[in-house]
């Protein structure tokens, strides 16, 4: 006995130490990939308590629910905003105060549950009913919720163990594993069989030790998953349980090594946790679940054959890559063809700044070799065994066409003027968006009649050109993109107030403001959504671009090129006239200079 537990608590001290090695040599990804499980409450959410639905939030909607039965919502709504209005004042020259900023708002108006008014207006301007807009947002906001529950956090747990599988064997560990259901297409699967196990769960939870037990009977569930996506609920569950014949007091032996390190990630409210315990933690039962699955493929359990993915064990040999990547193989030993390279202006627009002026079929060209390259890259990481070799995959792992977006394209002038009017009107839409989530007012935003903010369509366009060279450099393109958009920012409120004596923003009480025209909280907003518009958004509405007849979007570029400039001649010459284009209170803000 003395011996079996002498030799159980050496399994369990090597399970953490390789547990450990994994972590430092992934720590960033692990990391990130821990915290974003914890952020969106998928998993750890725990280590984000504050960030959870607490139950002064249940109250407030049961305080709104009264209210509307009772008509009595807008009084209501009004002394929350007091209360919000008395706290700022009360805390305006505090260190973390809350007084002005999109954020604080959300922040206060969670606290005082003034965010449930909020939306309860803005819906009440549209269907300009309390009643049906209240119903309209609980019936919403609870079929959205169990959507994103089952679909997102339902599911992500298998995405966290995929990574954590593959940093066991791999150096690399590519960036599209956080979408591993969407990546096998296998998200309804995955999301059905983890449901059977949480009701199952529930269920058993309902005796004595039956809960207990059966955790930990299935507990490699979702390890399973993500080496077998397509298993069906029967069979994962099945498994897991005869897999873990044996094992469960080694199991819960490992939770309670645990245990001590998580009472001091209490003490440091929750910050070693983030950053060190919970993926060591996942890491260790990552390495239990290997120790387990060659034990069982050892023993040659019913269902075992279920478990096919060895390549997340072993690297594949050189006559299996040659098979799988046959074609870049073949390119790897062949000369790259040249393309005729631009001189002068032409070259510093293509090369720098990533703006083409040549032909479609160039261009494609272009785009075509660049995808060759970092297809050869990528093959040379799998042929030295640093990434695990994706077409070798059990199940097969293939991207949508429409999602095949290729961030380092270069753009035509044409697709620019148009990239340039989608990122003014999306900013319009966001402006009128958010000033009627602030005051439950539509007002027409900007400085133009038409629906775009052009300020956003050159911060769209500065965000795509200024970071062309540093698209494998997210950190960077991300710090471009922040000191462009406060540049821009900036002058344009300059300009405009110069030329047109008024101030259409004022971050005058935000935190980091400059003279109240730019402020840290606006620019990270900007450097967020600028990454998303040049990894994600660009490039998807470039591919319909490039699929449309070039003529049709010559005529639509000239149309909205010539409606803009009436459109800033009309608002110039109404301005001139003491007529504004937008409505009055377009910002509390807003002054005219003397």
């Not at 405009?496 to 971050?507: F, N, Q, T």
């Not at 449309?548 to 409606?563: D, G, S, W």
Request: net charge positive; with cysteine; charged share 25%.
């Amino acid at each position: 006995m003395k011996e079996t537990l002498k030799r159980e608590a050496l399994s369990i001290f090597n399970i953490i130490k390789r547990a450990y090695s994994v972590v430092r040599g992934h720590y960033f990804l692990l990391v990130f990939t821990c915290l974003v499980a914890s952020a969106i409450g998928a998993e750890f959410s725990w280590s984000f308590s504050h960030m959870t639905l607490r139950e002064q939030q249940v109250r407030d909607v049961e305080r709104m629910v009264h209210e509307v039965e009772n008509n009595d919502f807008e009084r209501a709504r009004d002394e929350i905003q007091r209360q919000i209005e008395e706290r700022r004042e009360a805390t305006k020259t505090d260190v973390f105060s809350r007084d002005n900023g999109f954020i604080n708002d959300i922040l206060n108006d969670f606290d005082h549950g003034n965010i449930f008014y909020k939306i309860i207006s803005a819906l009440t301007v549209i269907f300009g009913s309390v009643g049906l807009s209240f119903r309209i947002f609980i019936i919403s906001t609870t079929v959205l919720s169990l959507i994103f529950w089952y679909f997102v956090l339902n599911t992500f747990i298998v995405s966290v163990r995929r990574i954590f599988l593959e940093s066991h064997k791999y150096k690399k560990v590519a960036t599209n594993r956080f979408v591993f259901p969407f990546k096998t297409r296998s998200l309804g699967n995955i999301a059905k069989v983890r449901i059977v196990k949480v009701v199952l769960l529930v269920l058993w939870s309902l005796t004595i030790v039956g809960g207990i037990i059966k955790n930990y009977s299935y507990w490699l569930v979702d390890f399973i998953l993500s080496e077998n996506p397509k298993i069906n609920h029967k069979e994962a569950i099945n498994l897991s349980r005869r897999m873990m014949h044996g094992y469960k007091m080694k199991a819960f032996a490992l939770d309670l090594v645990f245990l001590p390190l998580e009472a001091i990630g209490v003490l440091t409210m929750g910050v070693t946790n983030i950053f060190f315990i919970n993926p060591l933690k996942i890491a260790a039962r990552t390495e239990f679940y290997v120790d387990v699955r060659r034990n069982a493929k050892r023993r040659k359990i019913a269902g075992i054959d279920n478990l096919k993915d060895d390549l997340l064990y072993r690297r594949a040999n050189t006559d299996e890559i040659k098979i799988a990547y046959a074609d870049l193989y073949e390119a790897s030993s062949q000369k790259t063809e040249k393309l005729p390279k631009t001189t002068g202006i032409r070259a510093i627009f293509e090369d720098y700044l990533g703006i083409s002026f040549r032909s479609p079929s160039a261009n494609q060209k272009i785009l075509s070799r660049e995808i060759k390259e970092r297809s050869l890259a990528e093959y040379r990481e799998i042929k030295n065994g640093l990434s695990y070799p994706d077409r070798l995959s059990p199940t097969p792992m293939r991207t949508p066409r429409m999602h095949r977006l290729n961030y380092f394209k270069r753009y035509s002038f044409l697709s620019i003027v148009v990239l340039f009017f989608v990122f003014a009107i999306i900013g319009w839409f966001w402006e009128v968006a958010l000033f009627m989530y602030t005051t439950g007012d539509f007002v027409n935003r900007g400085m133009n009649f038409g629906p775009w903010l052009p300020i956003y369509g050159f911060g769209g366009i500065l965000a795509l050109a200024l970071g062309y060279r540093y698209r494998e450099k997210p950190v960077v393109e991300f710090f471009l993109i922040f000191i462009a958009s406060g540049i821009i920012e900036y002058l344009t409120s300059y300009v405009s107030e110069l030329h047109y004596g008024m101030r259409w923003w004022d971050y005058t009480g935000h935190f980091m403001n400059i003279n109240g025209r730019i402020c840290l909280e606006g620019l990270l907003a900007f450097g967020i959504g600028g990454m998303t518009v040049v990894y994600y958004v660009a490039p998807f509405i470039d591919n319909i671009i490039e699929r449309m007849p070039r003529k049709t979007i010559f005529n639509i570029t000239t149309l909205l090129v010539v409606l803009l400039v009436l459109d800033f001649a009309a608002s110039t010459y109404f301005r001139s006239e003491g007529v504004m284009p937008a409505q009055d209170g377009v910002l509390e803000t807003t002054q005219r200079r003397d």
